[in-house]
């Protein structure tokens, strides 16, 4: 029997190990160290359309089939899940990294403006779906529930659309692919 030693293969520490308060900047510095697949949930239809790259997309439960976000409640895209009462989780591919970054706000683009240039379709909710995703589900929301700063959103699935590729990872502020 092989045995899996850590130290093997972990990289270098570049710094040392601190403890640190349990505040708002120590938690998102040690959740950036947490690799995450990248994906765009989006909402709405036309003008009203809006969407947000998260890292926090993921099955709540596989019968039923349910799945969980978490989107702040101050960002543009929960009022939009909200009123429409749908969102698609759209898991994305290393050639989606512009498409990321657009959703997350870099270079100012807002609510539909953030879909162009990417084909869109809809499946069964209504919610919009890029059409070359690595996965998209479709889901009617179930149940939201707010909690500080942000809204746990979950969504009954009612279709799934099964792409290619492997999906966009993130971690400590960069992109990372998995060939």
């Not at 938690?27 to 009203?48: S, W």
């Amino acid at each position: 029997m092989s045995r899996f030693i850590a130290t093997e293969f972990a990289e270098p520490r570049i710094r040392p190990v601190l403890d640190q308060p349990a505040d708002a900047i120590n938690l998102k510095e040690a959740m950036r160290t947490l690799g995450g697949g990248v994906c765009i949930v989006t909402a709405g239809e036309g003008d009203l359309r809006s969407g947000a790259t998260v890292t926090s997309a993921t099955a709540l439960s596989v019968d039923p089939p349910r799945m969980l976000v978490s989107l702040n409640r101050t960002s543009s895209t929960w009022p939009v899940v909200d009123r429409f009462h749908h969102f698609a989780i759209n898991v994305l591919g290393a050639e989606h990294k512009g498409l990321a970054n657009r959703f997350a706000g870099i270079g100012g683009l807002k609510g539909a403006e953030r879909y162009r240039s990417a084909e869109w379709t809809r499946l069964a909710s209504g919610a919009p779906v890029l059409e070359d995703a690595v996965a998209a589900l479709d889901c009617e929301v179930e149940e939201a529930i707010e909690r500080h700063s942000h809204v746990i959103v979950i969504g009954r699935v009612l279709a799934i659309r099964i792409g290619f590729g492997n999906s966009l990872l993130y971690q400590n502020g960069r992109y990372h692919s998995v060939d």
